[in-house]
T-cell receptor, first 111, second 111 residues
């Protein structure tokens, strides 16, 4: 079975802190994704990567950056956390045509 | 661009009732179509998929048929259980396996 793990299930940070969210997949997938999920807005794509060291902006990249130094790991970085970044963050990975596989999510609260 | 429209929830059904959740899409080319399910406090799980017109995806008693002529991918189940209570997302895939999600439909099944 594909396994996608995220570094934390719950995280509380203060405004202005730099925040790192880590995602690791164990199925050698080329593609990895970061989403945020908010009530009434569904899933919105922040960034994705189709290869090591490659990244593409999604629909809402402002305030975020990403890093993919190894194929299995995709990190989301909040350079200076703000309260409007309080959300559920979901990581996913995929390979050709098989659909995306999601991690359990990280619920981030910025106070 | 690509888009997915699914019926608003919540949908409340009695146990053993028939379920339909409507989904229509707009896309260029021939996307793959998916249904995902999200149980409370968890990430999304791939429920079923269809990769070409007239394909039927099925899993755990759920079915959906890829209808190109009506650009639809409605989710059905003949007899729902309380354990099916969750949020269901319709989705389609595009370039680099980038997925466009609907906003989700919450299903509540009461005993």
């Amino acid at each position: 079975d594909v396994k996608v793990t995220q570094s934390s299930r719950y995280l509380v940070k203060r405004t202005g802190e730099k925040v790192f969210l880590e995602c690791v997949q164990d199925m050698d997938h080329e593609n990895m994704f970061w989403y945020r999920q908010d009530p009434g807005l569904g899933l919105r794509l922040i960034y994705f990567s189709y290869d090591v060291k490659m990244k593409e902006k999604g629909d809402i990249p402002e305030g975020y950056s990403v890093s993919r130094e190894k194929k299995e790991r995709f990190s989301l970085i909040l350079e200076s956390a703000s309260t409007n970044q309080t959300s559920m963050y979901l990581c996913a990975s995929s390979s050709s045509g098989r659909g995306q596989y999601f991690g359990p999510g990280t619920r981030l609260t910025v106070t | 661009g690509n888009s997915v429209t699914q019926m608003e929830g919540p949908v409340t059904l009695s146990e053993e009732a028939f379920l339909t959740i409507n989904c229509t899409y707009t896309a260029t080319g021939y996307p793959s179509l998916f249904w995902y399910v999200q149980y409370p406090g968890e990430g999304l799980q791939l429920l079923l998929k269809a990769t070409k017109a007239d394909d039927k995806g099925s899993n755990k008693g759920f079915e959906a048929t890829y209808r190109k002529e009506t650009t639809s991918f409605h989710l059905e189940k003949g007899s729902v259980q309380v354990s099916d209570s969750a949020v269901y997302f319709c989705a389609l895939s595009g370039v680099y396996q980038k997925v466009t999600f609907g906003t989700g439909t919450k299903l509540q099944v009461i005993p």
